[in-house]
C-alpha cells in the first residue's frame, strides 16, 4: 500500500514571495493534517480536513496560509506571502476517519525562506 | 490542558547499550491515546506504536518495549541492544477528543538518540 505523498520535498523561495505544497494521503483515508515542524520542535497541527471539510484551523496563520482539499482526496497548503519565520518542516499525514485512528505521515516538504 | 514532556534532549550510547526514553504527559480526558514515532535523518515520521487509556499492559516488538502508568502518567519506551541503525529523533505523542471533533496530536519536543558503534 502506498504511504502519504508529498511534493516538493525541499523549497528555497525568498521572503514575501508565495509557496504551494501538494499532499495526496493514503487511499481510503478520509481525514487528512498538515503540521509544521520547526527545528528543534515536534510537530504543530495547522489545519485537519475530514474528506473535504475543516475539522480544525485554530492554529493556522489565516492572514497568510491558506489550505484546501476540494474533492476529499489531495490537498494544497499555500503561504503567501511567506515570512522568515515560516522556514519548516510541512507534514503531511493522513487517517482512516475515526478519532481513535492512527496517523500515517509523509516525507515532509523542507522549506527554507531567505 | 494537554501537554507531552520529553525531558531528555539527547541521548548518547554506544552500540548494545539498553536505552529507555522518557515520556510524561498531561490531560484532563480520561479517553486518549499515546504514540511514540521515529523520525530518522530522512525526516518522515515513522509509526512505532499507539496506546489507548484504558489498555496499561506493556507491550513488547523485537527489541523494543514500552512502559505505560497511568498512576506517573508516563509512557516511556526502552530500546534493547540498541543499534546504530536506531539513531533518530524519538517523539511521544498524545491524542484525545477533548470535547470536540478533532484528534490532533500533541508532541513533545523529541529526544535525539545516537547511537555508536
Known amino acids: 500500500e502506498a504511504g502519504v505523498a508529498q511534493s516538493p520535498r525541499y523549497k528555497i523561495i525568498e521572503k514575501r514571495q508565495s509557496v504551494a505544497f501538494w499532499c495526496n494521503p493514503i487511499?481510503?483515508?478520509?481525514?487528512l493534517y498538515w503540521y509544521q515542524q520547526i527545528l528543534g520542535q515536534g510537530p504543530k497541527l495547522l489545519i485537519q480536513f475530514q474528506n473535504n471539510g475543516v475539522v480544525d484551523d485554530s492554529q493556522l496563520p489565516k492572514d497568510r496560509f491558506s489550505a484546501e482539499r476540494l474533492k476529499g482526496v489531495d490537498s494544497t497548503l499555500k503561504i503567501q506571502p511567506a515570512k522568515l519565520e515560516d522556514s519548516a518542516v510541512y507534514l503531511c499525514?493522513?487517517?482512516?476517519?475515526?478519532?481513535?485512528?492512527?496517523?500515517?505521515f509523509g516525507p515532509g516538504t523542507r522549506l527554507t525562506v531567505l | 490542558a494537554q501537554k507531552v514532556t520529553q525531558a531528555q534532549t539527547e541521548i548518547s550510547v554506544v552500540e548494545k547499550e539498553d536505552v529507555t526514553l522518557d515520556c510524561v504527559y498531561e490531560t484532563r480526558d480520561t479517553t486518549y491515546y499515546l504514540f511514540w514515532y521515529k523520525q530518522p535523518p530522512s525526516g518522515e515520521l515513522v509509526f512505532l506504536i499507539r496506546r489507548n487509556s484504558f489498555d496499561e499492559q506493556n507491550e513488547i516488538s523485537g527489541r523494543y518495549s514500552w512502559n505505560f502508568q497511568k498512576s506517573t502518567s508516563s509512557f516511556n519506551f526502552t530500546i534493547t541492544a540498541s543499534q546504530v541503525v536506531d539513531s533518530a529523533v524519538y517523539f511521544c505523542?498524545?491524542?484525545?477528543?477533548?470535547?470536540?471533533?478533532?484528534?490532533?496530536?500533541?508532541f513533545g519536543t523529541g529526544t535525539l538518540l545516537a547511537v555508536q558503534p
Open positions: 487511499s481510503g483515508h478520509a481525514t
Open positions: 499525514a493522513s487517517s482512516l476517519g475515526t478519532l481513535t485512528d492512527t496517523q500515517y
Open positions: 505523542a498524545l491524542s484525545s477528543n477533548y470535547g470536540g471533533a478533532t484528534n490532533k496530536l500533541i
